[in-house]
């Protein structure tokens, strides 16, 4: 999976995303079945590669995904707590994404999309049960929402 912004919010003032989104996808492509969603028109070429589900059927194709990676930090925190590699391109220090992701290591964060794409190779070809460990040490410092509503509505 592969998200792209269009860096328009206010806390992307000045900030840019991937430079390159062509040779970006270009490299991608060469190495994965890669599905894109994107905030901005992007060209012809790739117009075949976008999402075009419902919305609520995405984290389906993300929990189905090699893995995720793009500029957007949620998307990258949904594919870990699906037990998926991601890897955020992004300028942006984010103190919520980094206390989320403190063990660094399903989850990584560059602003340089030719590492990047290293990262997300290295994090895929880990085993299955090594990932869903790294997903395990990650999470479990978290409350689960829903037990602590269904524990509150019951007590």
């Known amino acids: 999976m592969v998200r792209l912004i269009d860096w328009d919010a206010t806390h992307d003032i000045g900030k840019k995303g991937i430079p390159d989104i062509n040779k970006f996808l270009n490299i991608l492509s060469e190495k994965y079945e890669i599905l894109l969603t994107s905030e901005f028109p992007i060209r012809k070429k790739w117009k075949n590669k976008l999402y075009k589900g419902k919305l609520g059927d995405f984290h389906h194709f993300l929990f189905f995904s090699a893995g995720y990676i793009g500029e957007a930090f949620t998307t ?65 410092n978290f409350i689960d929402l829903n037990q602590f509503i269904l524990k509150f509505i019951n007590s």
């Open 76 to 140: 990258a925190q949904e594919a870990l707590i699906l037990g998926k590699p991601s890897v955020v391109i992004n300028p942006i220090k984010c103190l919520l994404f980094e206390q989320f992701n403190s063990n660094n290591e399903l989850c990584r964060k560059t602003s340089n999309f030719l590492e990047a794409i290293n990262i997300l190779d290295n994090l895929v070809n880990l085993d299955e049960k090594k990932k869903e460990e790294m997903a395990y040490r990650c999470l479990k």
